[in-house]
């Protein structure tokens, strides 16, 4: 049994070395690690090398410069849209600051259109020696337009133009809602010389054919001429009334035809305003309009 041992054994030596042998034969391979590999990170391709500085700097700077010329192009933009809306605007304030002065130089021409005109009308008084002051201040008035309805009773409404002597002339409509209306105190004219409630002069044209002229004084109501002009449309009508104050006189025309005049020496500066008579209690009573209201004043 020994003798079977020893031979099992040197046969297995034998085959030992010849392994050796052949092994030591072999190139020498790397072994791959046991361990798992790390997990792949997906969002990037996994070819791609990871940046360098380099590359972070560069990629930093594109960015810069991409940001800095889409500001630029942001501000540029903008700035062109400003600088647009800008001379839009501009042509807009142009075209209205035009706009304006072409209506200012009409309403001037305009103005001065009438001014010639009535300046023809105060240069024919003068020849008729109806004016004598000098220095003339012209002014075209708002139009008028008034309603009163109180029998016996008669209202003014201011011009906001004060003078002792002066020219107001107007185109004048009148409509009444009675056809029974008490004509002689109903009518529309002027009211001058006005200090306060007590003491002023009025002068209008009553429904009746009248030129009438009167004073307040001291809360005293005087008549100081009445004259006949013609019949009158009524209830409704039209007429041109003109009234001349100068020196302490007054004149009143109607339809350029002297109607009433007179003297009074307290004639003084005052308001003049625009006057209505009512004449009936009836619905809206008297209603007066007044247009081409035209004043020439005197200093």
């Known amino acids: 049994m020994n003798t079977i041992l020893r031979s099992w054994i040197a046969m297995v030596l034998l085959l030992g070395t010849a392994l050796l042998a052949a092994c030591a034969t072999l190139p020498a391979t790397e072994v791959a690690p046991t361990s798992p590999p790390p997990p792949t990170d997906t969002s990037a391709p996994t070819d791609t090398a990871p940046p360098t500085v380099d590359t972070l700097a560069t990629q930093a700077a594109e960015e810069s410069v991409q940001q800095t010329a889409d500001a630029q192009a942001t501000t540029d933009a903008r700035a062109a849209t400003e600088t647009q ?87 004048v409509a009148w409509q009444s809602a009675s056809n029974t209306a008490d004509w002689y105190t109903t009518g529309c004219g002027i009211v001058f010389s ?83 008579l009512s004449g009936t209690n009836k619905d809206f009573g008297t209603r007066c309009t007044m247009t081409n209201l035209e004043l020439f004043g005197f200093s």
């Open 85 to 171: 809306a800008a001379q839009s605007k501009a042509a807009t304030a142009t075209g209205i600051v035009a706009l304006k002065q072409t209506s200012t130089a009409e309403v001037q021409a305009t103005a001065t259109s009438y001014a010639t005109a009535f300046l023809n009308v105060i240069e024919k008084l003068r020849g008729e020696g109806v004016v004598k002051s000098e220095n003339n201040q012209y002014a075209r008035l708002e139009d008028f337009e008034q309603e009163w309805a109180q029998l016996g009773w008669f209202k003014w409404w201011g011009t906001g133009y004060a003078a002792e002597n002066f020219v107001l002339s107007a185109d």
């Open 194 to 276: 006005l200090n306060d409630e007590d003491n002023y002069h009025l002068a209008f044209l009553s429904l009746d054919g009248y030129g009438v002229v009167g004073r307040k004084a001291k809360g005293d109501l005087k008549l100081l001429a009445a004259e006949r002009y013609g019949n009158l449309s009524t209830p409704d009508g039209d007429a041109k009334i003109m009234l001349v104050v100068d020196d302490k006189r007054v004149n009143f025309y109607v339809n350029d035809k002297l109607v009433t005049k007179v003297y009074d020496n307290s004639l003084n500066e005052g308001d003049i305003a625009l006057t209505l």
